[in-house]
């Protein structure tokens, strides 16, 4: 009985497994195997190169300002996502007229296409007729300006994010148990030892769960980057994804494009795996 059961869960796990093996690891095998040959102009593998590549790009000092610029645009983007859609979650689980109106606006941003929203965002920014220098009086050029090109585009992904932030905070928010607010004020806690000693700890699995999603699709954000700044000024917002677009589909060079995939992929692994370590062991502690 149990073999038969295991087979038809296989079975049901086929076509499923079958789109994965297609379109996820094929295609990473592919790469892999690319990242080791040097390429022609139509990415067809010519020479067994090992791991030249990989050395060419740890010798490029190109490569290191993606890695340091990715860096900083994932913090930008993670703060901003995570705050956002906490707090517009916590703004939300007040009754008051009108309350629905405000969660379908606060969870609007999943529903967006990021490139589309990256072009309304290129408008508002415009220095001479964009309504975020109207509203603060100012001329500044964002998309031009390298100190605040990084800041504009990590803002607007940080806001696309949110939404999706602030479904997942409002399910967590309605999962704590009122109960426990109940016996808090009945021993005299004021509403900020109510958000410290138990709203927070309620919503540690949660706040985990969404920091790691967020750092994962930072590190993958590429549309609104190519439509607002093209990876500039300079390479003042040249992430490693823009980075690895311009050297496959700019420069033709397939074999660098799939080596910075790799290690991409090393990259997001490595965070994912101590950030989960380190969950693991605050969990033991605790």
């Known amino acids: 009985m149990n073999r038969e059961n295991n087979k038809k869960a296989y079975f049901y796990l086929l076509p499923a497994m079958t789109v994965f093996i297609i379109f996820t690891f094929y295609p990473f095998v592919e790469t892999l195997i690319r990242s080791l040959h040097s390429t022609d102009n139509m990415g067809a593998n010519k ?168 750092i994962i699709n930072a590190f993958q954000s590429f549309a609104q980057i190519k439509l607002l700044t093209g990876g500039g000024p300079g390479d003042s917002t040249n992430v490693i994804v823009h980075d690895i677009y311009k050297n496959a589909f700019m420069n033709y060079r397939y074999d660098m494009a799939s080596a910075e995939s790799i290690i991409l992929f090393v990259i997001i692994m490595l965070l994912t795996l101590i950030i989960f370590k380190r969950s693991g062991a605050q969990d033991d502690r605790s």
Do not use: H, R
Request: proline share 4%; with cysteine.
């Open 47 to 214: 020479d067994f190169v090992g791991f030249k590549n990989y050395v060419t790009l740890f010798n490029s000092s190109a490569f290191y300002n993606s890695i340091v610029v990715t860096l900083m645009y994932v913090v930008i983007v993670v703060i901003i996502g995570v705050l956002l859609g906490f707090l517009t979650a916590m703004l939300c689980q007040k009754t008051f007229p009108g309350i629905k109106i405000f969660s379908a606006a606060y969870a609007l941003p999943m529903a967006i296409a990021s490139s589309g929203m990256a072009l309304v965002f290129k408008v508002m920014l415009n220095p001479s007729i964009g309504i975020i220098n109207i509203i603060l009086n100012s001329k500044a050029n964002w998309l031009v300006n390298p100190k605040l090109a990084l800041l504009s585009v990590g803002i607007l992904t940080g806001w696309l994010n949110s939404g999706m932030n602030f479904l997942y905070f409002s399910a967590g928010l309605a999962g704590i148990d009122d109960s426990l607010y109940e016996s808090a004020k009945i021993d005299g806690a004021n509403s900020f030892n109510e958000f410290i000693y138990i709203t927070l700890p309620s919503l540690g699995p949660i706040i985990f769960f969404v920091v790691v999603t967020n």
